[in-house]
C-alpha cells in the first residue's frame, strides 16, 4: 500500500477533509471572510477556504479524479483554477476567457477533472486580487505506484505568501486587526503556512531520515528560499522530474513549485528562510516573515 | 526548402520588410516618437522603430549576415544592441563602452554582422532609458538545416513589456495620453506585444499541431508565464538547446528568452498570461495586462 | 600544485590575509563603521570587514578548515553566516535560532568548519539588516584535486549590491556622504565589488585565455547579469557542478551564486552588465550602476 500520502504534513494549516467516492474524492471549499492571525498581535480580515489561508491541502492519488465543490459565501464572485494539472477548458476556472462559471453569492459550482499525473500544485481564486487577500492553497498528486524505498519518511508543504498591510511606520510591528491592500505591490509581511516567524511551527525530523519540502509560491513576488545546514536534491519542478541538481538555495518564481529531499545528517535547530532581508522581517522587525525551523537531534544508540 | 519562416507569427506588430542580398538582408529601422494605444481608451507617448513598439521583427537564417541600418529621428543620440549574438566589438551598439557609434540626431548607421547561430534574440536601444520607453523588439534567426517534422506548425513571438504610467488612483484606468515615466521602476501597466488585455490578439491553432511560443523580456521587471491547459516542453533558452525540461510556468527573467513547444491536445479557449496578480491588471483593474489566450476547436471529422 | 588560487581575482576588493596551521587558515575580520566610496563623488556610511565592503576575499583550499574570527567592533550585536557550506550547527551563525553566539559589542568568536567541498560561497552578517548596509563578503574553496589544463586563466569574482540612498530626486547623483536606508525595498545605488560604473575597475584578458567569472548576489533584489560579446557554460550554480548549460544572460537570485566560463576569443572592450535598465544607472543618471567592463586585445604575432 501507498503509504505516502500519511506522511505529508502541511504545519500551521489543516487537510481538508473528503468523501471517498469509486475512483474520486469528493472535497468542498467554503469561501469566505476571515479573521487569520499571522501573529500573535496581527491579525488580518483575509479571505479564505474553510475559515484558513493558505486553504487547506487538497491530496489525491494519481488516477483518481476529484469533484472540487466551492461554495460562495462571499458578496462578490469567485472561481477557482487549479494551477498546473491539465484540464478541459470547462473545468479550468477562468470564467473571464474560459467557458467556466462565475460562481456568484450564494452559490456552488463542483469542478470534476482527473489527477492524471502526480506533483505538486496549488488552488487559487481567479477573481479579483482575492488570490492576494488568501483565496489559495495546496494541491498535491501523491505517484500511483511507487517503491517503499522512495517515499520520504516526512514531506512538508511550505506555501509562501506575502501581505501589504498598513503600517504607521516601518521598523516594527503595530498590534491590531488590518484589511491588507489587495494590490500588494509593496508587501510588508510575508508568510509561511499563513504564518510569521516566530510564529511559525517548526518542521520536526528525525536523525537520518529522508526529508522531502515542496515549496509553493503564489505570491506577487519572487522568493528564494534557504536550507541551512543542508544542501538538497531538487527532485521535481512544477510536478515534473528532474535530475542531478543539487543546490542549497532555491528561487521559486510566482506561480512555481519546488520539491526537494536530503537525508537529516546534520542534526540541530536550522532556519530554513527566505534570502531577502526585508522577507525575514515583519514590516522592518526583525528577525520575523519567512523563517521557520527544522530540528532534530542526534541518534541516541 | 525551410518553412519554418513563413510559420512565425508576431500577434499585434509588424514583420520588417527587407532587402534580400547575396547572403545578406538589409534592414531598416527608423527611430522616432510614435502614439502608441495599449488600450483602446489608452495611448502613451512612446519611442518605436518604424511606427511601432515593440519594433518589427527581424528574421534571419542562419548563416546569413544582417545589414541594420538604424536612422535617428529623435532630438537625442541613440544606438541599438542585439542581445545575444556574439559579434564584433564595432557592431555590438555599446558606444559609451565600445568602439561602436552614438548615432546622432539626423544620422544613420548601419550594423554588420553574420547571423551565425540560430535562437531567439531581441534588439534595443542601449541609450539612457530609451528601450523602456519602447525601442526593443524581437530579432529571430531559424536554423540552416532543419528536418520538416521538426518545424512547429505555427510558431509565435510574445514580447513582454511593462510602462510606468501617470494616473490618479490605483484600480482603474484614467483614458487619454500618457508619456510614460523612463525610470519604470513602479509600473503599472503590462503587455504583451505591446498591447494590454483584452486588447491583445489571441493566438489561433489547429488541433493536434505542434505550437511553439517564443517569450521575450527586455523589461525591468522579471515575469512568470503560465499556459493553460497545456503542459510544455522548454526547447531553447537564450536561443541555447535544453533538454528534458518539462513545465507549466516559466520564469522568464529580465533580458531572457525562453522557447517552448507543446501539441495543441486540449481544444478550447485558454489563458497565456502572466502569474503575478498585479501585472494581470491595467493600473489594478481586472482583467488586464499580461494576459493573451490561445483558441482552437476540437477536431471536426 | 594547484595554481588555481593564484589565478583569481577580485577588483575593486581586497583578498584576506590569513595565517596558515596544519590544514587550517585563520582568518581575522574586524566589523566595523567605514566610510566606502562608491563614486568619486559618492560615500556611504556604510559597515565593512576589515574595513571594505564587500569585504575581503576568503580563500580555502577543499579539505581544509577554516578558522574564522570575527571581532566586533560596532555598538551592536553581530554574527556571521557563510551561505551554503554545510557545518555544524553551533558553527553557523544563526543566534536567533541556532545554538551559535550572537557577538557582542567589544568581544570576538572564532568560528571553526571545515571546507568539505568546494564552490562558490558568501558570508555575511545574520543580525537585523547588517547585511543590507555592507557586512558580507565572497569565500571561495577551490578543488583539491585539478587538472592542470581545468584550471582558468582567469577567474574573477563580482559581488551584487543595491544601496537605498535618499535623494532629492531621482535622475542624477547628489554628491555627498549617505548613511543608506537599512531595508533597501527601493534601491537606487547598485555595485559590482563596491562599485558604481564609471568607477568599476574592468577585467582585463589575453585572447585565447579561458576567463571563468563568479557572481555572488547577496542582495536583496535579483539580478539578471549579461556579458556583451561572449557565450559562456553555466559551470557551476552555488557550488554545483552544471552540465551542457550555455548561455548569454544569467539570473542571479538573492542568496545565488553563478560560475561561468568562455574563450577569450572575440576581443575588445566588452560590458558586463545587470539587464533591469534601472539597475545600470546610478539614481536614474545613465550609465552607471552594476556594468563592468572586459578587455583583452586580439593576438599580436
New interface residues.
Given amino acids: 500500500m501507498n503509504q505516502w500520502e500519511e506522511r505529508i504534513s502541511f504545519p500551521d494549516s489543516k487537510i481538508a477533509a473528503y468523501q471517498q467516492g469509486a475512483n474520486f474524492r469528493h472535497y468542498k471549499l467554503v469561501v469566505e471572510k476571515i479573521k487569520h492571525p499571522i501573529l500573535t498581535n496581527l491579525t488580518i480580515d483575509a479571505l479564505g477556504y474553510n475559515q484558513s489561508t493558505p486553504g487547506p491541502l487538497i491530496i489525491l492519488r494519481q488516477g483518481e479524479w476529484v469533484f472540487l465543490e466551492v461554495e460562495n459565501r462571499l458578496d462578490e464572485p469567485t472561481a477557482l ?1 487549479v ?2 494539472l ?4 470547462t473545468q ?1 476556472g ?1 470564467p ?4 467556466t462559471p462565475q460562481i456568484q453569492p450564494g452559490e456552488s459550482f463542483t469542478y470534476k477533472f482527473q489527477a492524471w499525473r502526480c506533483g505538486t500544485f496549488f488552488y487559487h481564486s481567479t477573481h ?2 482575492q ?2 487577500l488568501g483565496l489559495l492553497g495546496p494541491f498535491i498528486v501523491i505517484p500511483r505506484e511507487v517503491k517503499p524505498e522512495a517515499i520520504p519518511n516526512r514531506d512538508y508543504i511550505q506555501v509562501i505568501q506575502q501581505w501589504q498591510i498598513n503600517q504607521p511606520e ?2 516594527k510591528v503595530f498590534s491590531g486587526t488590518y484589511k491588507p491592500i489587495k ?4 508587501p510588508n509581511f510575508f508568510t509561511l503556512n499563513g504564518k510569521s516567524f516566530p510564529y511559525t511551527t517548526p518542521m520536526y525530523a528525525k536523525y537520518r531520515e529522508k526529508i522531502r519540502m515542496r515549496f509553493i509560491n ?1 505570491s ?3 522568493h ?1 528560499m ?1 536550507i ?4 538538497f536534491n531538487i527532485v521535481e ?4 522530474p528532474r535530475h542531478g ?5 532555491i ?1 521559486i ?4 513549485r519546488f520539491d526537494i529531499e536530503f537525508i537529516a545528517n ?6 530554513v528562510n527566505g ?5 525575514q ?1 515583519n514590516n ?1 522587525e ?2 520575523g516573515g519567512m ?1 521557520s ?1 527544522l530540528i532534530y537531534l542526534p541518534s541516541i544508540r
Fill in positions: 483554477h494551477h498546473g491539465t484540464k478541459p477548458n479550468d477562468n473571464v476567457i474560459e467557458p479579483d486580487f488570490a492576494n516601518i521598523g494590490f500588494a505591490n509593496n503564489k506577487s513576488s519572487n528564494s534557504h541551512h545546514g543542508h544542501d519542478v512544477d510536478g515534473f541538481l543539487f543546490d542549497d538555495t528561487f518564481a510566482s506561480g512555481k546534520n542534526p540541530g535547530v536550522w532556519p534570502t531577502r532581508s526585508f522577507h522581517s522592518g526583525t528577525p523563517i525551523r
